[in-house]
């Protein structure tokens, strides 16, 4: 219950209450971007796409949280244990590296400005509160382990190879 608590808190309303306010403000939703047969078809392939890797990043977390971390992605339940396992040896915040998925491949669906503009703000956001205000938090509760940790494996952008934890 914890999990849905805080999955509707953060995510949903990221992904599903903004844009939707947003797309209905708006009235603009322009799948294919107006462009000609067949390059129509790329736009929903690549958002779908980008949509799919999100969704996929976010479970392995959520899972990874509740299994190994004993807690839930919100800053009012976190994780008990450093996750340095599974997705968490690519990236270092795999449901933030989610989340921008799913918002870009969302824009890139719908073809919307102003969901542009909420990624790009929801982006910003994120690199400000993520390296002044998450970060000092974790290396204060995990000291030298969550150190070396962000000295090994990227911010939001996986490495190809997983960090090797010996």
Do not use: C
Request: charged content about 15%; glycine content about 8%.
């Amino acid at each position: 219950m914890n999990h849905l608590r805080a999955i509707l808190a953060l995510p949903f309303t990221v992904l599903v209450i903004i844009p939707t306010i947003l797309l209905s403000a708006t009235g603009t939703i322009n799948i294919g971007w107006s462009l000609a047969m067949p390059l129509s078809f790329a736009p929903p392939i690549i958002g779908l796409f980008f949509i799919g890797a999100g969704l996929t990043m976010m479970y392995k977390t959520i899972a990874l949280f509740a299994r190994v971390g004993k807690g839930t992605l919100a800053p009012w339940e976190p994780p008990q244990k450093l996750v340095v396992h599974g997705i968490y040896r690519h990236v270092r915040n795999p449901m933030i590296t989610g989340v921008f998925a799913i918002l870009l491949g969302e824009t890139i669906l719908s073809g919307s400005r102003g969901l542009l503009i909420w990624f790009g703000l929801f982006v910003l956001i994120n690199a400000i509160y993520i390296p002044f205000s998450e970060e000092p938090r974790l290396a204060r509760r995990f000291g030298e382990d969550y150190l070396r940790y962000k000295r090994n494996v990227p911010r939001w952008i996986p490495r190809v190879q997983p960090w090797d934890l010996s």
